[in-house]
């Protein structure tokens, strides 16, 4: 089984997803990567302190989005609130899910992007968690 956790342009979320699940998946027949919808700038210094501070490694350069890509997998999940749902409609024999959670703000201070990008990543965290524990019985 091929998962594929899906944000804007896979810096943080997609990323924070797919390592996470890496690292609490201990089911050898499921697989997960990450993509991004559009090409963005690669990950910033900034993200990968905090991620790193979470005891997660984010690795590799931001992917982007396929169709053979998408048709590789079995279930796509849109990690993003800010990617519209409706671009996975025409791939029907693709299970996909919505976590629709919110990008971290640039305008914040930085103490506040610190606070924000933390509880971002509990609430993936808990995410990818229920996910796992629903995996384990296939």
């Known amino acids: 089984m091929n998962i594929l956790f899906i944000c804007k342009h896979n810096r943080f979320r997609s990323k924070v997803a797919e390592a996470l699940f890496k690292e609490l998946n201990k089911n050898k027949k499921v697989n997960a990567s990450s993509a991004g919808l559009m090409q963005g700038d690669p990950i910033s210094s900034r993200i990968i302190k905090i991620t790193k501070r979470n005891n997660i490694k984010i690795k590799g350069k931001p992917k ?55 509880r971002l990543i509990e609430r993936i965290r808990k995410k990818v968690e229920k996910l796992v524990k629903k995996l384990e019985k296939v």
């Open 64 to 118: 982007y989005l396929s169709d053979k890509l998408i048709r590789e997998q079995d279930i796509i999940i849109n990690v993003a609130e800010n990617v519209p749902s409706r671009v996975f409609r025409e791939y029907k024999k693709v299970k996909t899910i919505s976590w629709k959670t919110r990008d971290v703000s640039e305008g914040l201070t930085l103490r506040g992007y610190n606070l924000q990008t933390t």
